[in-house]
């Protein structure tokens, strides 16, 4: 499965961007029959699990976007969206789109994704 990320860019503490993820897959299944997420690598950080949705519409957030994130997906044009509101400094980072097998749903854990995206930069200021 290839994923691109789309969206991204530079805002005020406050503000709200939506990341666009676009799905495809060579063997023509439905990015339904993947767990897909998106996460985020900070300079310096470790990558983390920011929010991940279940082909039966199952989703999980991480804590520090509870509330704030949304996770969303469009089944006709396979892709996947994360709204952000209320962005804060500390959201900072590159954000990647990420698919993995179904039974992996819905862990936030890096190791269990096998396709990434290259990312899309999310910058906020103070």
């Known amino acids: 499965v290839q994923l691109v990320e789309s969206g991204g860019g530079a805002v005020q503490a406050g503000g709200s961007l939506r990341l666009s993820c676009a799905a495809s897959?060579?063997?023509?299944?439905?990015?339904?029959?993947?767990?897909m997420g998106w996460f985020r690598q900070a300079p310096g950080k470790e990558r983390e699990g920011v929010a991940i949705m279940a082909g039966d519409g199952r989703i999980r957030y991480a804590e520090s976007v509870q509330g704030r994130f949304t996770i969303l997906a469009a089944n006709t044009n396979n892709t996947l969206y994360l709204q952000m509101n209320n962005l804060n400094p500390e959201d900072t980072a590159k954000y990647i789109c990420?698919?993995?097998?179904?039974?992996?749903?819905?862990?936030?854990?890096?190791?269990?994704?096998?396709?990434w995206g290259r990312g899309t930069q999310v910058t906020v200021s103070s």
């Open positions: 990420a698919a993995g097998s179904t039974w992996v749903c819905p862990t936030l854990e890096v190791e269990r994704y096998a396709h």
């Open positions: 897959d060579n063997a023509y299944r439905s990015w339904s029959d993947y767990c």
